[in-house]
């Protein structure tokens, strides 16, 4: 069994909402409520759900740029060297006004305090690595395609040497056929830097394409977690399945017998009672009123309802 890198027990997040005359707060937004999740290393860890389900704020949390309003988030004794991140737009995340070779060194820059010469050396090496040509590095970002863009941004991330690298829709901005080169390069990427990936996406595809685990999450929960391939083919929990319903596919259909019962997501300022999916699920029935925990199935993958435990 490889190494914990983080441990995330029961973490709760939420922002304020709405705030009365007074200031107080009186109504919060719940993004994440109660999830439970190790990153190993070594893996990639695909991460779904649909848009508000609280992927990016679970981002954030793994970066330690938020902090949990209840629950841990530990690193593991594994892990020293650090995390960085890759966003869905490159643009956005590279200072349009920096050389590209200071963009790719920037992370280092705070660290240590390195000559420019050294810098310069290191933007070289990095560049050479992602596939963006040496003699390119005193451009600015905008002189660039957005693959190449997000190329640089991934450049950027490496310069630290970290451990760990948490994308957060890193094709989803770009073409089709750029998308795979970029994914191709980061499984390349990982083998030679020995990294470990927390990938996000709504996109079932890529994570199928590049995950080893994945987690399901619904409304700031895991529903289903376990082997990507497993999951993703036989998915387990009512609402995976229907996750998938909603992508084309090649094989044959996994959930014509469900259909949501509402299509639209349930508020996140008032939680539901019990289970969460109750509301939309076409499998809804007495029982599912209580609180569901994620719990592991003879599979091997941990599932948050009670009739899919049941069912096998
Ligand atoms: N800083 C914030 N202040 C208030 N609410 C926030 C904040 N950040 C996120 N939220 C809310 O938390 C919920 C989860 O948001 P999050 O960005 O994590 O979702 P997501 O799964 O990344 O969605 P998407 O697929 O659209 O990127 C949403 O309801 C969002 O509006
Ligand atoms: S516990 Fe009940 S409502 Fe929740 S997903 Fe399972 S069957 Fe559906
Ligand atoms: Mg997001």
Not at 6 to 12: E, N, Y
């Amino acid at each position: 069994m490889s190494d914990i890198l983080l441990a995330l027990q029961d973490v709760h997040v939420n922002f304020p909402a709405r705030s009365n005359w007074l200031g107080r707060v009186t109504e919060r937004v719940h993004a994440l409520n109660g999830l439970d999740l190790q990153i190993r290393e070594g893996e990639t860890l695909g991460i779904v759900g649909e848009s508000g389900c609280g992927k990016s704020t679970l981002a954030q949390l793994l970066m330690g740029m938020l902090k949990p309003s209840q629950g841990q988030c530990s690193r593991g004794r594994g892990s020293n060297k650090g995390m960085q991140m890759v966003f869905q737009d490159p643009l956005s995340s590279l200072d349009p006004r920096l050389p590209i070779w200071r963009i790719i060194t920037e992370p280092v820059w705070i660290q240590k305090h390195n000559s420019e010469r050294e810098r310069r050396a290191l933007a070289e090496e990095l560049a050479l690595l992602v596939g963006i040509r040496p003699e390119y590095l005193d451009r600015l970002p905008h002189a660039f395609s957005g693959g190449q863009r997000q190329r640089i941004a991934i450049a950027r991330a490496l310069s630290s040497e970290p451990d760990v690298i948490v994308l957060d829709e890193p094709t989803s901005a770009l073409d089709i056929s750029v998308q795979a080169q970029i994914l191709n390069l980061l499984v390349s990427l990982q083998a030679r830097r020995n990294l470990t990936y927390v990938l996000i996406s709504h996109n079932v595809s890529v994570v199928r394409h590049m995950s080893d685990r994945v987690a399901v999450m619904y409304l700031g929960q895991i529903v289903e977690l376990g082997d990507a391939r497993q999951v993703l083919t036989s998915p387990a929990h009512p609402y995976t399945r229907l996750l998938l319903d909603s992508v084309p596919k090649t094989g044959a259909p996994l959930a014509e017998d469900l259909v949501l019962r509402k299509t639209e997501l349930p508020g996140n300022r008032t939680l539901p009672q019990g289970c969460f999916f109750r509301d939309r699920c076409p499998l809804a029935t007495q029982g599912c009123e209580k609180k569901q925990a994620l719990l592991p199935q003879e599979s091997g993958r941990d599932v948050r309802c009670w009739r899919a435990l049941e069912d096998r």
